[in-house]
């Protein structure tokens, strides 16, 4: 039986490390070091072994020894902390790490209480491997994300952060997970519904009180500095909710944002409303109604975008004469004229936003102050407020509420060139005009641009060609793989002389239809190759070689 990789063996640590509320490093030293008990799905466990309630049926597979190996480790770490074990004791904080005495605890074994029926038994190990195993694990993790060497500022920024949640806290779906799971894990739990039955606010009828769960996390997190110990669980508890209330990609990586930050910044990170500001400006063709006040909401949100000193300046930028309205004082016709001229060119510069927005301080900030005047509202503070507001209503809308976020719109499609080339491509058009088949397609959204006129031509023949088998076969035909660089078709494992190098040839497959039956009816017709797959019986390949060409792989 075939073994995990090295990655899906990460991916289960990362699971249960933060379910447990432990470092995952030692779950990827332990397999290192004890290699044992071979399991029934061919890999080799992490030292555990049935205990208390625990049969061996439960820990036989390497799923259940990463589970009950977290298991257990919570249960050693409450087990010393009861002895007398500190904070500092378990944990090098300067280094970030487990400290060599709790490693070589670990190392010596563990036969939980029979209190803890979650746990299983540790066998013991050599230290000197756990340790090593263990410190190669954490030098892995933090070169991946690039952290500081000293780690000592860590737990006062988290504490900092913690301490600015209650003024920051929108009642947003991921800031209240945030909170909830940071409370899961300093009260070693192992559900959100635990964590709600322990603050006593389960229900009959399986209903929760938002505002009272609101109040009751918020209460929790400003009382985190108070009761921090040091303990490895609650650093655990307050990085996962800097990971979530910041949506970052990893424990790692929530560590490296605080060591960037400014300690005074402040907490709300305003990419949270961009979803909001999007939807905002979508919809502003749809209400804009010509009426002053919106035609001023307009023009100076896109002074702010474009840095501009003035309104009139602004009216230049757009290409319009701004002395048009004064020179149209008291003529309503020349007046009318004037401003739906202006309409238009701001309409058409707000109607690209949406594919055109980076992000931008100074962008953000345009979008947000065409919200507040567009809006009426009477400072930057209640504006963003009131975008959190259309965040929560967002979040809960159905899909075709008024509330819901819109489906992006795609600008208008520019004119085709005269010649596709490498230099003017554009991904969202078809290859052949009024053809099914798009750059994308071909190019792997992007990924694999041809370098010379040679693959372009290419892709241009194969296209034209399978434009008339999609027709014949009167279905979609959904790209698997087109243009292939040299260096991407050898790395996944294509012939040398595949077509894909040269860029004429696609791999296809169409819904409910097999490759063979594919292939019996584009078989009379195709001038150039066509293939089947005995492994892969739904996917057929062309080709545009200059003779017909049949095979079965």
Known sequence: MVGLAPDQRNYYYLIEAARGGIHKPILAALYVAHQAPPLEDGETGLGIAPANRIPASQVSTFPQQVQYATNTLRSLTDSLAASGWQGQDLWDGTAGRYSDRFLRRIAEGFSPPVTATAAARLEPTSADKLIAAYLADVSTDYRADQLPQNLVYLDRALLTFAGRVAANYNRLSFQRQALLESARLWRKLDSHAAVIEAFQLASANGTVDEAALDRALITFIQQAERYFSGYPHQREALLRLVQIWRQ??????????????????????????????????????????????????????????????????????????????????????????????????????????????????????????????????????????????????????????????????????????????????????????????????????????????????????????????????????????????????????????????????????????????????????????????????????????????????
């Open 248 to 553: 970052t990609d990893s424990r790692e990586a929530a560590i490296k944002g605080l060591a960037q930050e400014n300690p005074h910044s402040h907490e709300t990170n305003l990419e949270i409303v961009d979803p909001a500001l999007m939807a905002f400006v979508q919809r502003v063709p749809e209400f804009y109604r010509g009426l002053g006040d919106q035609r001023f909401a307009l023009t100076e949100a896109y002074r702010a975008w474009q840095g501009l000193d003035s309104r009139t300046t602004a009216i230049k930028a757009l290409g319009l004469d701004p002395n048009a309205l004064l020179n149209a004082s008291g003529n309503n016709a020349a007046l009318a004229a004037a401003a739906t001229q202006i309409d238009q060119a701001l309409l058409a510069f707000w109607r690209r936003v949406p594919t055109e927005y980076q992000g931008k301080e100074q962008e953000r900030e345009a979008l947000i102050r065409l919200v507040q005047i567009w809006r009426r509202m009477e400072g930057r503070i209640p504006t963003i407020q009131s975008l959190f507001d259309d965040l929560r209503r967002m979040e809960r809308a159905n899909r075709d509420s008024i509330e819901a976020m819109p489906p992006p719109v795609p600008p208008p499609q520019p004119a085709r060139p005269a010649r596709w080339t490498p230099s003017n491509l554009k991904l969202e058009m078809s290859i052949v005009a009024n053809g099914n088949f798009t750059w994308a397609e071909a190019t792997r959204a992007g990924t694999r641009m041809p370098k010379d006129q040679a693959t372009v031509d290419a892709i241009i023949r194969i296209a034209t060609l399978g434009q008339e088998a999609r027709d014949r076969i009167g279905r979609p035909f959904l790209i698997t793989s087109w243009y292939r660089p040299p260096a991407v078709n050898a790395r996944v494992g294509g012939a040398s002389e595949s077509r894909h190098i040269v860029g004429d040839a696609i791999d296809f497959y169409c819904n409910g239809i097999t490759g063979q039956q594919l292939y019996w009816s584009l078989d009379p017709w195709w001038p150039g190759g066509l293939g089947r797959y005995s492994q892969y019986p739904y996917l057929c390949h062309l080709d545009a070689r200059g003779y017909r060409a049949r095979w079965l792989h």
